[in-house]
């Protein structure tokens, strides 16, 4: 439970209420999950500071906030050494750091970060839609540092990989979602706009009312970032 | 659930917590004495740990006990360990955390080196730079006289570094040396290379000091670096105003292997008819050639493959000097077979091996012919042939850090033939060159690197072999870094003149060059000072190359600016490069020793590019200056020899880059065109070889073949994805 401590202390936005909060909860699943007899007391341990710390990844916008959360994924993902979720959240946290940092010259440095992370989670799980996406994501990201230089072959790699994810679960809302932010910022004559993007938002948007995460840590996220990327695109 | 119950749960755990807790805090610096935040703090294998916060403190409580390691790790930096004994005292931990001297960013051997690549960080800059730079027809030789130390040379190909002659350039592939890397020389007219910029994933451009690996040029190493495996099977379509390419990489399904085959046919007739040249062509240049490489990737390397097979021909005619209505002729034909076997990989964790194999044939045709309307007056038919077999080994040891020490040897067998009808009877010169070299790279310091390097080279030809010392250090500095080089070169004389005269020895050069570079965010400065020194060039009386001997020497010196912003502006970089150059020399037929006639004092390049995203074009500018280069004015007394200069060169390229997409595949329409403003270049005048009415010698400027080249092409890449088969397998 340190992790929750630390983690209050430097996030001030949540508070003591709160924490209460996330600890009841935390405490009814711990209940639910009893009733199951292969759930260990690890694997609870396992679940409950996944949770905690997937709360604080809803709502994380800063790069410290992501920084500290890739941590303790980390930490989590070399305590437990069997599931690849870890891994994928620390990618995911570097990935959306990488997107948002406003020195172009470090996108690459923390985009091969999420890629070593990438790595591992693929280790742990293949045929996985969920790291398809996330590859194809990154790579995406990768070609804002050079578009001249990395558009012509990068795009194509990270449509691959969205096309894989997409057929490895096809009610996966995250690929579309990838794919329309993409599209949204690439230029009308590069393949690109709002015009390319409206239909593939709309997709993801229709994935999302049926999605349903395989359970309480499985990717869920995206639903509004879908919906602002819904709007900014029909206010064109 | 009410709060009673949460206040429970809260007990329960706080319970669980009194046992034994122990305190773990810190502070974590980087050898700067800078706080490092967002450092990730952990206990080995367990959840307990933390983030550092801005000031770089931390601090967590653990119930575990016994002995642990607590393991620190940031982005950019070294790991941090330390093992602790938790025992409910508290913990106090001070880690300072070394910077990764990692190839991106530590201290590199920098001196002389322009690196174009797309992994490390301190290459200047990127392979596309290129491609994407204006005026230059996406020629890689083309786009490094955009960089500080080359020559503006209009008129022959070749690398013109710091006072050297083309041919003081060597050229090597995939650490091969590569033996004619331009279309063979027409006259008044620079060639193109050979190799396209596509091919390459890694240019390393040294104007001197460099490795005691490289041998046999006087000036100055381009070192290409092709490709890894593909990331994906794809076709590659190129078409534009004089070319036609078709190129089908495929990768096979394990993702190990890759096969690449690439036909390419140019003719440059389509274009001459919408834009007159000032020669009447005959035989517009024509090339068709074929390219086939691959890859295989096995366990601790890669193994690669090269092969280019080439025709070209060219024809043409003008008015001769001499005036009286006669016409000068000429005419080529080349074939061209170059071929390398590469393999570098770990013969285990601690060794490494590079080794290579090559082969390569050229055969020159080349008829001139002066003719009075249909009477021949004169012809000199000349077929030259030359055949390279050559054989390179070396072996690395890694040592701890980044240290190595490297030990290696090459062999060559060069065979050069001539014979022309009539004029040169059939001469063969065999050559057996044989090298060995060793070098170290040590960090003294994580702030201090040095390359020791020695280099023995023997010449069967010449008779002779050399040892060469190389030595190159950088030391961090500040923000930037402080370099220094010096080294001896050796270089075996042109096959031209050693066909004439055997008993030529090894030329010689010394650099010394003093460097500081400095980059950071995005911005790029450098310096560089150097004094090359050159002994045994060639010289011979005026019209007597049989009586060759090594008399010649000279030297240059020099002082080289180099400035790249790609932060100040968004979308925007450029850069500035300039050079200053002072030589002298006695070589060729040269009476006195005297400023070369392809070297100019000033040379300044400014190259922007601008990206605009809305309509995803990429708009390049560049501008050339360079001061007159002096010529030969036979008019003049004989103590004015190389006493007149050209007037000074101006060139203005414009290019664009439109990104698109042509149905499945992604495009890349270029446009690009060479002297916009239409300045005239003169890069030197011809002299008639007797005296005209006036009692002068007739000149004619020698320049370009029309006022500006213009290029306009589209890059078309389709990719196959076979992720799916992949799967489905």
């Not at chain 2, 000068?328 to 080349?334: C, S």
Request: hydrophobic share 40%.
């Amino acid at each position: 439970m340190n992790d929750l401590q630390i983690i209050c202390h430097s996030h001030k936005t949540i508070t003591m209420k709160k924490v209460i909060i996330i600890l009841v909860v935390s405490f009814c699943l711990f209940d639910c999950s009893m009733a199951q007899p292969a759930a260990s007391a690890e694997e609870k341990k396992f679940i409950v500071t996944m949770e905690t710390n997937l709360r604080i990844l809803d709502t994380a916008s800063t790069a410290a906030t992501y920084t500290m959360l890739a941590n303790t994924f980390e930490r989590i993902g070399n305590a437990e050494k069997k599931y690849w979720q870890p891994w994928y959240y620390a990618a995911l946290c570097y990935g959306f750091m990488a997107m948002n940092v406003p020195d172009k010259a470090m996108i690459d440095p923390l985009a091969a970060k999420a890629g070593e992370y990438l790595e591992k989670a693929s280790l742990l799980s293949n045929n996985n839609s969920e790291i398809s996406a996330l590859q194809g994501m990154i790579i995406n990201t990768k070609i804002l540092v050079d578009p001249v230089t990395r558009w012509q072959t990068s795009s194509i790699e990270a449509a691959a990989f969205l096309k894989t994810a997409k057929e490895q679960n096809p009610l996966n809302p995250r690929p579309y979602l990838i794919e329309a932010r993409t599209k949204m910022f690439t230029p009308t004559a590069m393949g690109g706009g709002p015009e390319a993007a409206g239909p593939v938002i709309e997709k993801a948007l229709s994935n999302f009312k049926v999605f349903k995460p395989e359970n309480s840590i499985a990717p869920g996220w995206g639903l509004a970032q879908t919906k602002m990327l819904q709007a900014k695109i029909n206010r064109r | 659930m009410t709060g009673k119950s949460a206040l429970i749960i809260f007990l329960l755990f706080a319970g669980e917590h009194l046992h034994s807790q122990t305190i773990i805090s810190g502070l974590v610096k980087n050898s700067n004495n800078e706080p490092l935040s967002g450092a990730g703090i952990s206990l080995e294998n367990k959840y307990d740990g933390t983030t550092s916060a801005a000031d770089g403190t931390f601090s967590f409580n653990s119930s575990d006990t016994g002995q642990q390691k607590i393991i620190i790790t940031i982005l950019g930096y070294k790991k941090f360990a330390v093992e602790v004994l938790l025992r409910s005292k508290p913990i106090s931990i001070s880690a300072v955390l070394k910077e990764a001297i990692t190839e991106m960013d530590g201290v590199t051997v920098s001196a002389g080196s322009f690196e174009a690549s797309d992994k490390k960080r301190s290459s200047l800059l990127k392979p596309l730079d290129i491609l994407t730079t204006a005026g230059q027809q996406a020629d890689i030789v083309s786009a490094l006289k955009t960089l500080p130390g080359a020559q503006q040379v209009g008129e022959t190909e070749g690398l013109f570094i710091r006072g050297g002659t083309g041919n003081e350039t060597k050229i090597f592939i995939d650490g091969m040396m590569v033996t004619k890397p331009f279309f063979s020389s027409v006259p008044d007219i620079a060639q193109r290379g050979r190799f396209s910029p596509l091919l390459f994933k890694g240019t390393n451009f040294s104007s001197g000091g460099y490795s005691a690996q490289l041998g046999q040029g006087l000036s100055s190493a381009l070192t290409l670096e092709t490709h890894d495996l593909p990331a994906r099977s794809e076709t590659n379509l190129i078409v534009s105003s004089p070319q036609l390419t078709l190129t089908r990489q495929q990768l096979n399904k394990r993702k190990n292997a890759s096969a690449c085959v690439t036909v390419n046919y140019n003719n440059l007739q389509p274009y001459f008819n919408i834009i007159p040249q000032r020669v009447n062509y005959t035989k517009s240049p024509e090339i068709i050639n074929g390219e086939l490489s691959g890859r295989l990737k096995t366990k601790d390397g890669m193994l690669k493959y090269y092969g280019y097979l080439n025709y070209n021909s060219i024809g043409f005619d003008k008015p001769n000097i001499e005036g009286k209505n006669l016409r000068d002729y000429f005419g080529a034909t080349n074939k061209h077979v170059f071929s390398i076997l590469t393999y570098s990989g770990n013969l285990n964790a601690d060794w490494k091996l590079n080794a290579g194999t090559g082969f390569s044939y050229n055969k020159d045709n080349i008829s001139m012919h002066v003719k009075s309307g249909e009477n021949e007056l004169g012809y000199f038919l000349p077929r030259i042939t030359n055949y390279t077999t050559q054989a390179k080994i070396a072996v690395t040891r890694n040592l701890p850090g980044l240290n190595k020490v490297l030990l290696g040897t090459e062999y060559q067998q060069v065979i050069d033939k001539i014979d022309a009808k009539d004029s040169i009877p059939f001469i063969v010169r065999k050559d057996n060159y044989a090298a060995v070299f060793t070098e170290t790279d040590l960090y003294v310091t994580t702030h201090l690197v040095a390359r020791l390097g020695i280099r023995y080279e023997y010449s069967s030809l010449l008779g002779q072999g050399k040892f060469s010392p190389r030595i190159s250090m950088a030391y961090k500095w500040g923000g930037g870094q402080v370099s220094m080089a010096f080294g001896n070169f050796y270089q075996k004389p042109d096959a031209d003149l050693l066909f004439r005269t055997p008993g030529l020895q090894f030329t010689k050069a010394t650099h010394l060059l003093l460097s500081y570079q400095r980059i950071a965010d995005r911005q790029t400065v450098r310096i560089e000072l150097f004094y090359k020194k050159y002994n045994q060039l060639v010289t011979f009386p005026s019209f007597n190359l049989f009586k060759a001997s090594n008399d010649g020497k000279g030297y240059a010196k020099g002082i080289e600016l180099f400035w790249r912003d790609k932060k100040t502006f968004k979308n925007f970089n450029y850069w500035i490069a300039y050079s200053l150059l002072n030589t002298r020399r006695q070589y060729l037929d040269y009476p006195t020793k005297v400023q070369p006639s392809f070297a100019a004092s000033h040379t300044l390049n400014i190259v922007m590019k601008q990206w605009m995203e809305k309509i995803a074009s990429m708009f390049s500018i560049t501008y050339t200056y360079a001061s007159g280069r002096p010529y030969y004015n036979p008019n003049l007394p004989k103590q004015d020899f190389m006493k007149d200069r050209t007037i000074a060169y101006h060139n203005v390229g414009f290019q664009i880059n439109y990104l698109t997409t042509i149905g499945k595949a992604n495009a890349v329409l270029i446009f690009n065109t060479n002297n916009v403003f239409g300045n005239n270049q003169v890069f030197g005048y011809h002299f008639s070889a007797s005296k005209d009415v006036n009692g002068l010698y007739r000149n004619e400027a020698i320049i370009p073949m029309a006022r500006r080249f213009y290029f306009i092409g589209i890059y078309l890449s389709i990719g196959t994805d076979r992720r799916k088969e992949i799967i489905d397998n």
